[in-house]
């Protein structure tokens, strides 16, 4: 008896495209990664990626911020201290850029300087969730007194993630835990404490 495929839709679907992109672009690199290629690695059909992607930029940037989002705690890290809170997030953060995710990253960021409107999806769909969950982070450690109550300048929120990625271009990899443990202690922590001095 003759055998069908069967026709795999919904987040089945997804999940397949997502996986074979992934193994695409960290082969290929964006430029050099193939709609057709990834279509086929996932046993669908072109007409099926281009129905929610138009193109392998698009479609790069989906795969690292959904598989990113499905993986982080639903709740910003809670362990009653400011410094652990930090290094908690940045070392979950950094564990989810290493291999094939990294690899989408620092394409994404190299296919960002010369798309602008790929930077600005980025920062609606995954910056603002992420400056959302650190104010909830600096707001309970105001409220047990580890900071000043004050209000904190947007840039120092974007300090951890920042670094991170700028060491995973760098170096190629996420940041050590000596390296994480500099980051909070060294350079976060003591903005968080130091009132931002107001501009003219």
Request: proline share 7%; net charge negative.
């Given at each position: 008896?003759?055998?069908?495929?069967?026709?795999?839709?919904?987040?089945?679907?997804?999940?397949?495209?997502?996986?074979?992109?992934?193994?695409?672009?960290?082969?290929?690199?964006?430029?050099?990664?193939?709609?057709?290629?990834?279509?086929?690695?996932?046993?669908?059909?072109?007409?099926?990626?281009?129905?929610?992607?138009?193109?392998?930029?698009a479609l790069a940037l989906d795969v690292f911020l959904s598989t990113l989002e499905a993986?982080?705690?639903?709740?910003?890290?809670?362990?009653?201290?400011?410094?652990?809170?930090?290094?908690?997030?940045?070392?979950?953060?950094?564990?989810?850029?290493?291999?094939?995710?990294?690899?989408?990253?620092?394409?994404?960021?190299?296919?960002?300087?010369?798309?602008?409107?790929?930077?600005?999806?980025?920062?609606?769909?995954?910056?603002?969730?992420?400056?959302?969950?650190?104010?909830?982070?600096?707001?309970?450690?105001?409220?047990?007194?580890?900071?000043?109550?004050?209000?904190?300048?947007?840039?120092?929120?974007?300090?951890?993630?920042?670094?991170?990625?700028?060491?995973?271009?760098?170096?190629?990899?996420?940041?050590?835990?000596?390296?994480?443990?500099?980051?909070?202690?060294?350079?976060?922590?003591?903005?968080?404490?130091?009132?931002?001095?107001?501009?003219?």
């Amino acid at each position: 008896m003759t055998s069908f495929p069967v026709r795999r839709r919904g987040d089945v679907l997804r999940d397949a495209v997502f996986a074979a992109a992934l193994d695409e672009i960290a082969e290929h690199g964006v430029r050099g990664a193939s709609m057709d290629r990834i279509a086929r690695r996932a046993g669908t059909g072109k007409s099926a990626l281009y129905r929610r992607w138009p193109n392998v930029r698009a479609l790069a940037l989906d795969v690292f911020l959904s598989t990113l989002e499905a993986s982080l705690p639903a709740e910003p890290p809670d362990t009653g201290s400011l410094r652990e809170d930090l290094l908690t997030g940045l070392r979950i953060f950094a564990a989810h850029l290493e291999g094939d995710l990294g690899i989408v990253l620092r394409e994404l960021i190299s296919e960002a300087m010369h798309e602008p409107a790929l930077a600005m999806e980025f920062q609606a769909r995954f910056g603002a969730r992420q400056e959302t969950e650190l104010v909830g982070v600096l707001q309970r450690a105001m409220a047990r007194g580890e900071i000043p109550v004050h209000p904190v300048d947007p840039m120092v929120m974007q300090l951890p993630a920042a670094i991170t990625v700028h060491q995973l271009l760098l170096a190629g990899q996420a940041p050590t835990e000596p390296e994480m443990a500099h980051i909070v202690d060294a350079i976060v922590l003591p903005l968080l404490r130091t009132p931002a001095s107001v501009g003219s």
